[in-house]
């Protein structure tokens, strides 16, 4: 069983950078890959990033491919997001995910566990 909770969200002007932070329980945290996701309002939750468990493989939407970074700690329990040159449409809220066994899991149902949101919201 793996707990998750996400911090780091907030207001933030476009062009400005926001690192989101997941914290999770466990001690088995290395041996799952991580991903983000989001949802905003009236849309369906979709896919941000995700990090294999030894971080050494990463996969981005292409949406947010180069402005944002998704890393973790393993020492930490904690898989970041480094997001940057944020724009108004990159409003939501954020998730964090976790599943174990697969390298660079990029759907919903891959994932077994979920935090309960971070806010982000970017003003033009």
């Known amino acids: 069983q793996v707990q998750l909770v996400e911090s780091g969200g907030g207001l933030v002007q476009a062009g400005g950078s926001l690192r989101l932070s997941c914290a999770a329980s466990g001690r088995t945290f290395s041996s799952y890959a991580m991903g983000w996701f989001r949802q905003a309002p009236g849309k369906e939750r979709e896919f941000v990033a995700a990090?294999?468990?030894?971080?050494?493989?990463?996969h981005y939407a292409v949406s947010v491919k180069d402005r944002f970074t998704i890393s973790r700690d393993n020492a930490k329990n904690t898989v970041y997001l480094q997001m940057n040159s944020l724009k108004p449409e990159d409003t939501a809220v954020y998730y964090c995910?976790?599943?174990?066994?697969?390298?660079?899991?990029?759907?919903?149902?891959?994932?077994?566990?979920w935090g309960q949101g971070t806010q982000v919201t970017v003003s033009s």
């Open positions: 995910a976790a599943v174990s066994d697969i390298v660079v899991p990029t759907t919903r149902d891959q994932y077994d566990y």
């Open positions: 990090i294999s468990w030894s971080g050494g493989s990463t």
